[in-house]
Nanobody, 126 residues
Framework: EVQLQASGGGLVQAGGSLRLSCAAL????????VGWFRQAPGKEREGVAF????????YYADSVKGRFTISTDNAKNTLYLQMNSLKPEDTAVYYC???????????????????WGQGTQVTVSS
């Protein structure tokens, strides 16, 4: 059974940092394209970061460029999202996702991903 489990969310003050983790059972991240999405109340789910497994190239939403970093630790089979310089507008539920063959040009289309974690809440206070 494939299962993704996101963790690491919490409450942090603006300017602080958090590292989200996504542990995988039933799949190997090194074989998948992976992404992080977030959804705030009343808003659409939006792509935050993407990593292409073939060459480990990365893509980021303009709103998080320079602040967030997506990475994988193959030894631990874990996906990470390092979030620095957090802003109140980063407050959302964050989801990890994976897909074996998604074209990188389509990474922001969340409905194309086959595997999803349950989400972890990130709250950034002013």
């Amino acid at each position: 059974e494939v299962q993704l489990q996101a963790s690491g969310g919490g409450l942090v003050q603006a300017g602080g940092s958090l590292r989200l983790s996504c542990a995988a059972l039933g799949l190997t991240f090194d074989d998948y394209n992976v992404g992080w999405f977030r959804q705030a109340p009343g808003k659409e789910r939006e792509g935050v970061a993407f990593l292409r497994h073939s060459d480990h190239s990365t893509y980021y939403a303009d709103s998080v460029k320079g602040r967030f970093t997506i990475s994988t630790d193959n030894a631990k089979n874990t996906l990470y999202l390092q979030m620095n310089s957090l802003k109140p507008e980063d407050t959302a539920v964050y989801y990890c996702a994976a897909d074996r063959d998604l074209a990188h040009e389509l990474w922001t289309i969340w409905t194309l991903y086959d595997e999803w974690g349950q989400g972890t809440q990130v709250t950034v206070s002013s």
